[in-house]
């Protein structure tokens, strides 16, 4: 037992160091949040919206400067979460496989991992939430962070598994970018009014979205709503699990004994081949 949580700790240090490394997502969690969220409250318009949580049944009036600026948390949370997850996950992907090559256990790296995308997403749901209760008194304060804590763990299990399939920084970066992008477009009632697309319910922040809309201006119970995105951070992470297997399988080849040409009956072996003497 002390074994195993000596090689866990152990992974999960590396894996929070991986983090903490990462000056751009460092940078992007202590100036974007804020700076977005002070930007939209700088230039939007203050004027009240009706729109229609179809998730809640509910109908919420608010104003379209506060609206913007729950979405706009929620789309600088999670491409922080899923650029961060990706990163150490692409940086660290080739000392994985040796470490299991040698014999590390698996389930420690994934532990390991998983432990640090929930330590993230606890940093990351009381940062953005305290900042967005500095911009005005939310309704249902916890209710609002169980649903920002949703949707990182959602996007931040997508760049665990880009950080194992993809095979650049750049196309990752892209992926995370462009999916959140289109995801809080379509769930924003001010760029999506309408809200009733096919498919719309399916994506990853259709739960949290319209939980965060909700509990920020109404006393609606939202947290199963919120809870939808579990089930992509659950899709997700037995994915990235399944990948992590696949590519760290152990291939055993062993090598034929080559013959010296300089001394006959010696011969050179590979891959733990006994020496042979004729």
């Not at 009632?189 to 201006?217: R, W």
């Not at 119970?221 to 992509?232: E, F, G, I, N, Q």
């Not at 291939?251 to 081949?273: K, Q």
């Amino acid at each position: 037992m002390k074994h195993h949580w000596t090689a866990f700790t152990v992974a999960l240090g590396f894996t929070l160091t991986g983090h903490l490394r990462n000056r751009l997502a460092m940078g992007m969690t202590a100036f974007f949040i804020p700076t977005w969220i002070y930007v939209v409250r700088a230039t939007a318009l203050d004027k009240s919206i009706t729109f229609h949580t179809s998730a809640l049944g509910t109908e919420v009036t608010a104003s379209m400067n506060r609206t913007i600026q729950i979405s706009s948390a929620l789309h600088a949370v999670t491409v922080i979460a899923g650029f961060m997850t990706f990163m150490a996950t692409f940086s660290a992907r080739d000392m994985d496989q040796r470490l299991v090559l040698a014999g590390y256990p698996r389930a420690h790296l994934l532990a390991a991992k998983l432990v640090a995308l929930l330590l993230i997403t606890a940093a990351l749901t009381c940062y953005s939430t305290g900042l967005l209760l500095l911009s005005w008194p939310l309704t249902q304060p916890w209710a609002v962070a169980a649903a920002l804590a949703a949707a990182i763990l959602a996007y931040g299990g997508l760049g665990l598994v880009a950080g194992f399939l993809l095979r650049g920084e750049l196309e990752g970066f892209f992926v995370v970018v462009m999916t959140t992008l289109i995801d809080v477009g379509m769930q924003s009632p001010v760029s999506n009014p309408a809200g009733d697309q096919a498919g719309l319910n399916a994506l990853p922040l259709y739960g949290p979205a319209q939980a965060a809309l909700a509990s920020a201006f109404t006393p609606t119970p939202s947290l199963a709503c919120s809870a939808r995105a579990l089930t992509w951070f659950t899709a997700t992470s037995t994915l990235a699990a399944l990948v992590f297997h696949l590519r760290t399988r152990r291939h055993h080849r062993p090598m034929p004994c080559v013959e010296l040409a300089s001394t006959p009956t010696r011969y050179e072996c590979r891959e733990g081949d006994r020496p042979a003497v004729s």
